[in-house]
């Protein structure tokens, strides 16, 4: 059974950082695409950055490109979301998303409430505010 668990949400200060870790079970890295997406209230979710391990391929949406980083620690089979230099708008439930069937922009990019996909975790909130 795919399952996926994510940590690392809490409340930060614009500028600050958060470490978001997404913690996979019932499959290996390599063999599944994974992206971390975000809601905000009354919003549609959204692609932040996804992984392909096997190819060493990620991808960024405009708006975390520079300051987010998404990484994996295949011993852990955990995959990573350091976000850096955040903001206001960055406030949001934060979901980490596997599926073996899309490549990374296609999943980032891909529409839906939410996108139908092979698993989905839980959601961490993250809140960025003084």
């Known amino acids: 059974q795919v399952q996926l668990v994510e940590s690392g949400g809490g409340l930060v200060q614009p500028g600050g950082s958060l470490r978001l870790s997404c913690a996979a079970s019932?499959?290996?890295?390599?063999?599944?695409?994974i992206g971390w997406f975000r809601q905000a209230p009354g919003k549609e979710r959204e692609g932040v950055s996804c992984?392909?391990?096997?190819?060493?391929?990620?991808y960024y949406s405009d708006s975390v490109k520079g300051r987010f980083t998404i990484s994996r620690d295949n011993a852990k089979n955990t995959v990573y979301l350091q976000m850096n230099s955040l903001k206001p708008e960055d406030t949001a439930v934060y979901y980490c998303?596997?599926?073996?069937?899309?490549?990374?922009?296609?999943?980032?990019?891909?529409?839906?409430?939410?996108?139908?996909?092979?698993?989905w975790g839980q959601g961490t909130q993250v809140t960025v505010s003084s």
């Open positions: 998303a596997a599926d073996p069937d899309y490549g990374v922009q296609a999943m980032c990019t891909m529409r839906g409430e939410p996108p139908n996909f092979r698993s």
């Open positions: 019932g499959f290996t890295l390599d063999d599944y695409v």
């Open positions: 992984i392909d391990s096997s190819l060493g391929i990620t």
